[in-house]
């Protein structure tokens, strides 16, 4: 058998930045749509994930867990297209600021913009401390999970395409 038949010889294709992006954002959205599911359940916030459904669905399974399970997929599907604006537009930074900048952004697009999109959402003049700190914290660790992972992926990219 030829030596470039063999499996151990055979490499795998390398993912495109733009599907490493969209897995990132995806498993992103998760990852810290579950982080804040324990934090509501611990009192640290008073904003639950399945309030992501509230504009589109209607009764109480929202609040039982096959309404977590559906809110943490969507948060997944909304961290895409997170991940995909990062792409599109800042993944040639590599600096730990503008991943932070980005996450700051994302949560006064969410809670000055798009909150009367949330009927149980308060504003947030109305929201007490903690849950301010706490969905602001969250905020920055997607946004630097997301924004430092797509910009080391891209300057990784680069400099085997240098190679």
């Known amino acids: 058998m030829g030596k470039a038949k063999l499996e151990q010889n ?7 930045l733009a599907t490493t992006s969209a897995i ?11 982080i804040s599911y324990i934090a509501y359940y611990f009192n640290f916030t008073e904003i ?6 509230e504009p589109w669905a209607v009764g109480e399974w929202k ?25 599109f537009t800042l993944k040639k930074f590599s600096k730990m600021w503008v991943s932070l900048a980005y996450g700051t952004v994302l949560f006064l697009v969410v809670f000055i913009i798009l909150n009367p999109l949330f009927p149980g959402f308060n504003p947030i003049t109305k929201l007490d401390r903690n849950t301010i700190l ?15 992972s797509i910009s080391y992926e891209y300057q990784e990219k680069k400099e085997q395409n240098e190679l």
């Open 48 to 53: 639950r994930p399945s309030t992501v459904l």
């Open 63 to 87: 609040t039982g867990w096959i309404g977590v399970i559906i809110s943490l997929i969507v948060l997944g599907v909304l961290g895409v297209v997170a991940a995909f604006l990062y792409y």
């Open 134 to 148: 706490t969905t602001f914290c969250l905020y920055l660790l997607f946004g630097m999970f997301v924004g430092y």
């Open 10 to 16: 055979q490499h795998a294709k390398p993912m495109s």
């Open 24 to 34: 990132t954002g995806f498993i992103g959205g998760v990852f810290w749509g579950a």
